[in-house]
């Protein structure tokens, strides 16, 4: 017996969000060596550079959505646009990415990169947090998306 899972819209944020939130906590620690303060920072430091980056991510993941749902969605999303929707959150927020990732280190240098970092070609962003932004959001759509019952 197949459970059903509420997929109206309000569920289905409440879901993403949830997916982005514990996705992006894991996701700043386990990179979190990739960072000049891994090395500079104390330990309390690195907690709290990597909290404070996934209440970042959390705030990006939000207003990635409802734009991409300002945009592209209707009245019938999640049923209609799914996807053209998720697409459209993904770039969006990849595009943040990068220019918050050129920011804070070109301009503003608030963070280092260690050697260990690959580092993107041209757009000299990290590959890490630029497939942060492909790989998390994808889960957490697949996660999310509302699904037809078994017969």
């Not at 996701?27 to 330990?43: I, Q």
């Amino acid at each position: 017996m197949m459970v059903a899972v509420e997929t109206g819209w309000l569920n289905v944020l409440r879901r993403y969000l949830i997916a982005m939130a514990v996705g992006n906590l894991i996701w700043e620690f386990a990179h979190m060596p990739l960072y000049m303060l891994w090395e500079t920072g104390s330990p309390r430091e690195i907690v709290f550079a990597a909290v404070h980056c996934t209440g970042g991510d959390i705030l990006i993941s939000v207003t990635a959505l409802v734009a991409a749902l300002f945009l592209l969605g209707n009245s019938r999303w999640p049923h209609v646009g799914y996807r053209r929707v998720a697409l459209a959150t993904v770039l969006i927020g990849i595009g943040y990415t990068i220019f918050s990732e050129w920011l804070n280190i070109e301009v503003r240098a608030a963070w280092a990169y260690r050697d260990l970092m690959p580092v993107i070609p041209v757009i000299g962003a990290g590959l890490s947090p630029v497939a942060q932004w492909i790989v998390l959001p994808v889960l957490a759509f697949w996660w999310t998306a509302p699904r037809k019952d078994a017969p």
